[in-house]
Each structure stands twice: as C-alpha cells, then as structure tokens.
C-alpha cells in the first residue's frame, strides 16, 4: 500500500525537508553538454520534483555525494591537527535501482573491508535513499544481466505523473509530512528486458589474464580514466596535502582526498620508481576482471551493477559490456 498525492503537495514538502537535508536528483544542465549546443544529465541539489530529470539516465552517478571528489580529511599547522567538520546537513538521493545496488558495494569498500572509514560513515549513516523507477531500458544498460534491475532496499519510491506523484516507503521525515494523499497500491516499475547483453562465463578464472584479449585496449584505451570516474562503484582515490600561510603568519595546511582511477598513468607508481600494469591493455585486465570476476570471490555479488555509463562516456567507443562478453573466447582460448 502506497500513497497518491499532487506534485504540488510534494514539492511543499521536499522544501521543508530541504531545511534538514541537501536534496540531489538528476536534473539537466542546459549548455553544459560536450558540446556548446548541448545539455548534460549529472547530480545536483533540487527543491521541487519539476527539477528533477525522470527521462533520462544521468551521466554521472550518485557517489559522488557520498564520497566527495575532493574531500578535505584534515587542517594541520606547525603545532595542531583538526579533522574536518561533517556536513551539517543529512542527504537525499533520487536514483535507480542499478545505482542503489550501487550504494552496497560502496558499503562494502567503505564499511565492511576490514576496516569502518569514519569520513565515509558521517555522510552514510544521514543519507535517505528515494527510489525512480525505469519503465524502459535506456540503451546501454544491462542491469538485467548483472541482476541490479530490481530492488526494495529503498526508504522511499516515487513516481510523477503529470501533476500527481504515488509514494511508497518508510521514510518518516516525509510521510509524517504527507496530508493530502489517497491510500493506493505503488509498485515500483522496474526494467525486465535490456538490449544490451552481457554472459560471465561461469569458468572464469585468473587465467584469464594471459589472454590475448587484452592486447586491443594497448592501441585503443587512451588511458583518460573517464570510466572510472562516472562508475557508481568505483572506489580510487589519492592524497593531496596542500600547503599555505596561516592568516597568523604561520605555515598550515589540509590533507584532502581526491578521485583517482586505475587506468591513468602514474596510479601505481611506487617509491623507487617502480610502477605496475604499464600497459593500458593491463590496466583495463586489471579492471574488468575486478568488477565481475575478483570481487564476487570476496563478496559473493559481481560490483559491476550493469549501468552503461562507462560505455556512454568512452571517448574512443570501448564498450565494458563488449569486453565481458569476450571472456568466454579468452577461456577458450587459454584451454587450448
């Protein structure tokens, strides 16, 4: 049982909640596009559902309200540390099932890999979670394959149409706020069929790596990190400590944590000069095995959740779902 209302009574309460929390959703960034003539689809803070882009996939994914792209840890001077403060506002995410699977593995980076990330939890532990759900597949995606086009881990699932919007959930600091509203049945509407497929050989194994499948993404990959940055599981990052004058004259400074990809160069670069995966073919090895092949081993799901957007962004058309549907000829291939 779920709740029907106007889109005009929601968006009252979407700006009281806004005192309380920073509402994101993807809403469309005229002009700001790839080109001068076009618009972008990214996260953004929102304060009526008229903000909000339901039409199409955003380009960008939710992370990086949970994980900053650059996030100050802490200030330091000559004689003290100060950590920094935590956000004074809790958040909202408006998102789509693949990306809120999306939200697990981040957990399980963050949260349950040895170790709780204290920076991470303060934003985790005040963030709700708003379910949109897709009536069709967009054309890249391939969440059905990847099993992340349905969900019910949601604190609340809402629907626009025309001027009414239907409610599901338990989100309290919004359905206590709820008024004018009719009781109805809402079930989200979730994707069964993608165009785009995808088929993890089930005898996949590190062996994999001496395939020769690998050797194209030397010529092709050009090592921009685009992929990275637009996954909602990508986890990378690298420390800046960035130094200035104190207004007391003194030297201070602040410690920050900033975005970074396994397929730039310089990621693994070591003291000595010593440095890893030199090929760009080893680098896309050494990701594409981790999201549908290392992973799962630890945590028992893949952490590719199937949203497209590495396929979207590619400057150079590498398709993600195309390489994992040449894994089965690279078995083949090293059985021989």
């Known amino acids: 049982m779920g709740y029907k209302t106007s889109t005009a009574h929601l968006d009252s309460i979407l700006r009281e909640l806004s005192k309380e929390y920073s509402i994101y959703a993807p809403k469309t960034f005229l002009g700001e596009g790839t080109y001068s003539d076009t618009d972008r689809v990214r996260y953004g803070t929102v304060e009526s559902l008229g903000e909000i882009n339901f039409e199409h996939k955003s380009e960008f994914s939710y992370k990086e309200v949970l994980t900053p792209i650059s996030e100050t840890l802490f200030y330091f001077t000559e004689e003290e540390i100060k950590e920094s403060d935590a ?119 590190s062996d994999i790596m001496d395939s020769t499948m690998w050797n194209e993404y030397n010529e092709r990959c050009i090592a921009c990190g685009r992929c990275n940055f637009v996954c909602p599981t990508c986890t990378c990052f690298t420390m800046q400590d960035v130094f200035y004058e104190g207004s007391d004259g003194k030297k201070a400074g602040e410690r920050r944590r900033v975005w970074a990809s396994c397929q730039v ?46 396929d979207d962004i590619c400057p ?10 040449k894994l089965s000829d690279g078995m083949k291939e090293i059985q021989k």
Request: hydrophobic share 35%; with cysteine.
């Open 87 to 205: 956000p004074k506002k809790g958040a909202i995410i408006f998102l789509r099932s693949c990306d809120l699977h999306a939200v697990k593995r981040m957990d399980d980076i963050y949260l349950r890999n040895g170790f709780e990330d204290a920076y991470y939890k303060r934003i985790r532990e005040k963030t709700k979670f708003i379910l949109m759900g897709c009536t069709s597949s967009f054309d890249s995606c391939f969440c059905v394959d990847m099993g992340t086009n349905i969900t019910t881990n949601y604190d609340a699932y809402i629907k626009v149409e025309g001027d009414q919007a239907f409610i599901d959930g338990n989100f309290e600091a919004l359905l206590a706020r709820l008024e004018e509203v009719e009781e109805v049945s809402v079930k989200p509407d979730y994707v069964k069929e993608n165009q785009t497929k995808v088929n993890i050989p089930e005898n996949l194994s």
């Open 265 to 310: 160069d310089g990621f693994t670069e070591m003291a000595g000069g010593h440095s890893f995966r030199g090929d760009k073919g080893q680098r896309m090895r050494f990701k594409v095995l981790h999201k549908v092949h290392d992973y799962k081993k630890r945590f028992g799901h893949h952490m590719c959740v199937g949203c497209g957007r590495c």
């Open 316 to 325: 150079e058309y590498i398709s993600f779902s195309a390489c994992i549907n």
